[in-house]
């Protein structure tokens, strides 16, 4: 698969939440050694996050200049195929891109919660809504993609007409 907008987003999203536990987790711990080697994680993670937030202004730019792959559409069905696409009406970048985040967030605590000791058929349960998030993720992933293709197509057509 190819890196596009949405895919990225997506990196930088599952970084962030990953950072943002990891610092409480950090607060928290009382063993120095478990500590240090939480703060060394810490300190990796914000290298990674740093070098994505890089690699996404670069493919902005690669994108303006039609040298970047907007679309890699995910084939990845979790669900019935009736369930793909079920992200509601999203018409802007921004609100796709806050979607898949807030959509990444609720993949944490389910995973979370598939996690803790419980019976098998409850976790079967909270594994079906995950699947389902994950497809919806993959929508979002794609919708922001779609969205970032529209954008350029429009910016393009306006340079051409301005000249």
Known sequence: MAETLGSLIDKLSIKSIRYF???????????????KDILSKL???KYQKN??????????????QGKATLR?????????PSLVGRIGEVTTL?????NL????????????EARKDAPLSEI???KRKIDFANQQRNDLI???????QGKIRKFSKSKKRAK
């Open 21 to 35: 536990y990891l610092e409480k987790m950090a607060v928290s711990t009382k063993s120095k050694l478990a500590k």
């Open 43 to 45: 300190k990796i993670l």
């Open 51 to 64: 070098m994505l937030l890089e690699e996404i202004e670069s493919f902005i730019l690669l994108a303006i």
């Open 72 to 80: 890699d559409q995910k084939l990845k069905l979790y669900n019935k």
């Open 94 to 98: 921004a609100r796709a891109i806050d």
């Open 101 to 112: 985040t807030r959509k990444n967030m609720q993949l944490w605590r389910l995973e979370d």
């Open 124 to 126: 079967g349960k909270v």
């Open 142 to 148: 794609d919708k922001v993609d779609e969205l970032l």
